[in-house]
């Protein structure tokens, strides 16, 4: 079953579920690199997730660790170090920390998720946004309520975001008990900038559903789609989609392109 629900944004305008590469498409990587995101674009891709980070000195990182050492031949905290030393640091050893200015410069047919992942990249990340003219090609969120209202404040109503955390919770609360005032659990941006919500099958912590029909029709009723990350089984896309979900994230880019061209709901 493919999403026929209009978009609220631009960044939605695309016809049936989304295909999300998750960190650029981490299993065919290395992640985060700028040939991870070009090997999912040759794929058909055309909707990358990717994470930020701020150096000490401003520049803007497509990178998920706050530190360099798990990916990189490199070490340090990156908000510590200026973007000279995280240049030079390689991730898998030969591949270079992209900006994420570059990656919105190399594929401008592409639309990227972006996951805010420190306050330090907030500031930097509208910058980039309106710099670059980016509104209608990015959509934002984060695990943090607190890095959301910033980002809102900041670049303004032009921008696209997910559902916060607090946001994801009042909408679980309200698909199992019902109706609710929005404006006290999902907050009026529920109205306003939030287009989608991006959440993981079950609560990581404790392995409790996310998402299941009332959790879709809780979310659809409010005009938000839902993305799911990450599902790298073919079984459980197909499972999940044929639940209605609007986007799937995966890391095995290939999997689910297999997946939906099988269900004839990959573009083009």
Not at 136 to 163: E, I, K, N, Q
Not at 209 to 225: I, M, S, Y
Request: include cysteine; aromatic fraction near 6%.
């Amino acid at each position: 079953m493919t999403s026929r629900r209009l978009p609220r944004h631009p960044f939605l305008d695309h016809p049936g579920p989304l295909a999300i590469a998750h960190r650029g498409g981490a299993l065919g990587g290395p992640e985060n690199s700028m040939a991870a995101f070009a090997r999912s674009v040759r794929l058909g891709y055309r909707y990358l997730e990717t994470d930020v980070h701020a150096t000490a000195d401003g520049v803007l990182v497509a990178f998920h660790d706050s530190r360099l050492e798990r990916v990189t031949d490199s070490a340090g905290a990156i908000a510590s170090l200026p973007w000279r030393t995280v240049a030079a640091a390689r991730i898998a050893g030969r591949e270079p920390i992209p900006r994420l200015e570059e990656l919105l410069a190399a594929f401008p047919e592409a639309r990227f998720s972006i996951d805010i992942k420190a306050s330090g990249a907030v500031r930097p990340l509208a910058d980039t946004i309106r710099r670059t003219a980016a509104w209608d090609r990015v959509c934002v969120g984060t695990f943090s309520d607190g890095r959301l209202s910033a980002v809102r404040a900041a670049a303004g109503p032009r921008l696209a975001t997910a559902l916060s955390p607090r946001g994801v919770l009042g909408l679980r609360l309200r698909s199992l008990s019902g109706p609710v005032p929005v404006d006290r659990l999902l907050g009026a941006a529920a109205r306003r900038q939030t287009v989608c919500v991006q959440v993981p099958v079950r609560w990581p912590a404790s392995g409790v559903p996310v998402v299941d029909r009332t959790f879709l029709r809780a979310a659809h009723g409010l005009g938000l789609q839902v993305h799911v990350w990450t599902v790298d089984r073919a079984e459980e896309m197909h499972s999940l989609l044929d639940l209605g979900v609007d986007g799937i994230m995966a890391d095995r880019v290939d999997v689910l392109r297999d997946v939906l061209i099988e269900r004839g709901a990959w573009p083009g």
